[in-house]
């Protein structure tokens, strides 16, 4: 039931995205909350039935942006693993960790997309990919801990049905 929530909760995160930022496609393109959402699940969630949520989130991503279509669910995947590789290594319960591992997982997926650019498409696209990396890196990091602290209380809210309970735990 968990991994319902986390998937919608990815798609109205998806949608809000899409549609209030649409005015601005600028500030569309820097944010990324369900890259974040990705990231928390790898630290946070692991196994592989939230692997295939974060693998989900990616293919609505694919389905929204109208992209190379397959793209967004590499870097989805490839973000899962890493934050995974992590995960009992370090202090997870730190603020400033989160902003900074938030950071460093966004680079490497604009890293990984600019390769993936430049083997699918060429260079062009690639160093306009790159030149923004600064910009998402920032917007990214600063979003994560208000968004890291929000899915830990939908954790602590809905605890009960991922040990296999039947109910929400109430204040």
């Given at each position: 039931?968990?991994?319902?929530?986390?998937?919608?909760?990815?798609?109205?995160?998806?949608?809000?995205?899409?549609?209030?930022?649409?005015?601005?496609?600028?500030?569309?393109?820097v944010v990324d909350p369900v890259l974040l959402l990705v990231v928390y699940l790898g630290l946070?969630?692991?196994?592989?039935?939230?692997?295939?949520?974060?693998?989900f989130l990616g293919y609505l991503v694919d389905i929204f942006s109208g992209s190379h279509f397959?793209?967004?669910?590499?870097?989805?995947?490839?973000?899962?693993?890493?934050?995974?590789?992590?995960?009992?290594?370090?202090?997870?319960?730190?603020?400033?960790?989160?902003?900074?591992?938030?950071?460093?997982?966004?680079?490497?997926?604009?890293?990984?997309?600019?390769?993936?650019?430049?083997?699918?498409?060429?260079?062009?696209?690639?160093?306009?990919?790159?030149?923004?990396?600064?910009?998402r890196v920032l917007a990214n990091s600063l979003l994560a801990v208000p968004l890291f602290h929000?899915?830990?209380?939908?954790?602590?809210?809905?605890?009960?049905?991922?040990?296999?309970?039947?109910?929400?735990?109430?204040?």
């Open positions: 039931m968990i991994h319902l929530i986390y998937a919608g909760l990815g798609f109205a995160l998806l949608l809000g995205k899409t549609s209030l930022l649409a005015p601005w496609p600028a500030l569309a393109h946070f969630r692991p196994g592989p039935s939230f692997a295939l949520v974060a693998l397959g793209f967004h669910i590499i870097v989805a995947a490839a973000l899962y693993y890493l934050s995974g590789l992590v995960r009992g290594r370090v202090f997870l319960e730190s603020v400033f960790f989160h902003a900074v591992f938030c950071a460093a997982m966004i680079a490497v997926s604009d890293l990984l997309a600019a390769g993936i650019f430049r083997l699918i498409i060429g260079e062009k696209d690639a160093a306009i990919l790159l030149s923004d990396v600064v910009w929000y899915l830990s209380r939908v954790d602590e809210r809905w605890a009960p049905l991922h040990r296999g309970g039947t109910g929400i735990a109430l204040d």
